[in-house]
């Protein structure tokens, strides 16, 4: 009888296969045992409560009318319009109320009330005119570079204004009694160079389990803009502006956004105290 | 002579066996698995085996729930002695732009049997040309900026010798 293939050929082949059949196999055993079927995959968070945002009530972008309103006494000063520094401003049609900082005090005026001699006259979207012995100045709302002080003469001043103080490039946070204001410049700053944030706070994480639950401030650095919004070591942050801080996402949607955020609200529990703490951002 | 010949054949068949009937997909699950224990995760849309590669099309990376980067195309290449990571188009999210260059075009990453203590890699994109060395003995990292622009959110991690910006690490 004829063989249709050579036994030796037909041996070697059949070697090969068999070989063939046993890395298969040693794979297969691989894989039922140690390997798995299907991947990891990311869920996104579904139903996170949204940032919610505090609008500055500002309705007119013009300079609000600066009608002579019934002036209050007006006590003759020697004050200078550069220690009035403009926190905020609520600019309505019938109604203009600003927070000014005055010799480290913060106080609420309104159109024809007077602080330092200097009497409120009106306001714009970002300023405030005061008049003093028929001169009118306009102070900026504090921002960045400038301490925001414009002086404008009705008749012509006798006097030059006196330059605007040029502050620090990274901007400072503002105590304005019930909450901080904390110059854009500063926050853009940081946003920039996160590792200037570091050195000068630390930040854990807070777990609960497995879960993380929250993050602590492991330390304030005391000369640091930090030092001045009123956080202090174990602190921890539960909530921005409504967002529950419990994954490093959301901590991260907060950064994102923050060059949109005019204020900011922060919940924090200090020991078994839960506090509220107020950031509007200028 | 034959007997080499007979061994030669039966190891080639082997390794040849090895990465062809590799379970690749299995395997990069697993890799998923291990990352996932570093809170880095990766989303991709479409798997591709071949006899020796692993594509992943269209995948998004994850870090700590944080989407990092979307890569275009990752390929992994294979022979033992000789592999080869490529990554294609890696766009990096665009809130991380103060932190790094945005836009990656091309990613080589090889190792070579014959230098089994080294991994080197290249990389080209909008900040120019880099290229790196990976030392596993020391466990060290050295990247080198070659013709780079639009590295200055970098340059406070970098250091600077006579040939040019360069990034340093261990590992």
Do not use: C
Not at chain 1, 243 to 266: H, M, R, W
Request: aromatic residues 10%.
């Amino acid at each position: 009888m004829k063989h249709l293939f050579k036994p030796a050929v037909f041996k070697s082949i059949l070697g090969l296969l068999l070989l063939l059949l046993l890395v298969k196999v040693a794979w297969f055993v691989v894989g039922v045992l140690w390997l798995p079927t299907s991947g990891v995959e990311h869920v996104a968070q579904k139903g996170g409560k949204a940032l919610y945002y505090r609008v500055k009530l500002t309705p007119n972008e013009v300079a609000a009318p600066t009608v002579k309103a019934t002036k209050t006494a007006v006590k003759k000063s020697s004050g200078n319009i550069n220690s009035i520094k403009l926190l905020a401003i609520y600019n309505a049609s019938d109604v203009t109320v600003v927070t000014v900082e005055h010799k480290a005090k913060t106080k609420v005026l309104s159109r024809g009330d007077a602080i330092d001699g200097f009497v409120l006259e009106g306001a714009g979207n970002n300023f405030a005119t005061f008049s003093k012995a028929s001169k009118t100045y306009k102070v900026l709302l504090l921002k960045g570079k400038a301490t925001g002080i414009e002086a404008t003469a009705k008749p012509a001043p006798t006097k030059a204004p006196q330059k605007p103080k040029v502050k620090t490039a990274k901007g400072e946070v503002t105590d304005a009694g019930d909450h901080k204001v904390i110059d854009r410049s500063l926050l853009d700053h940081y946003a920039q160079n996160m590792d200037d944030i570091y050195k000068n706070i630390g930040i854990g994480e807070v777990r609960n389990g497995k879960d993380l639950a929250g993050f602590r401030i492991t330390f304030v650095r005391k000369d640091s803009p930090f030092a001045k919004l009123d956080i202090r070591r174990d602190d921890v942050i539960k909530s921005i502006n409504g967002q529950e801080i419990n994954s490093y996402n959301a901590a991260f949607g907060v950064y994102k956004n923050i060059k949109d955020i005019d204020n900011l609200t922060l919940v924090i529990q200090r020991g078994k105290e839960e506090m509220e703490l107020e950031y509007e951002i200028n | 002579m034959q007997m080499v010949k007979k061994i030669f054949i039966t190891l080639f068949v082997v390794w040849f066996a090895f990465l062809w009937l590799m379970p690749k997909q299995e395997l990069y699950y697993k890799l998923e698995h291990e990352l996932a224990k570093s809170a880095i995760k990766i989303n991709e849309k479409k798997i591709e085996e071949g006899f020796f590669t692993l594509t992943l099309r269209e995948a998004d990376i994850y870090a700590q729930g944080i989407k990092l980067a979307t890569v275009e195309k990752v390929s992994l290449f294979t022979l033992l002695f000789y592999t080869h990571i490529s990554v294609e188009k890696l766009l990096l999210d665009d809130s991380l732009k103060s932190m790094a260059p945005t836009s990656i075009e091309n990613t080589n990453i090889i190792h070579k049997v014959w230098n089994p203590l080294n991994i080197s890699m290249d990389a080209e994109g909008g900040f120019g040309t880099l290229s790196g060395k990976a030392n596993l003995k020391e466990r060290a990292l050295r990247i080198d900026f070659n013709a780079s622009k639009g590295i200055e959110m970098l340059k406070p991690k970098l250091k600077q010798d006579e040939k040019g910006w360069y990034y340093e690490t261990s590992f």
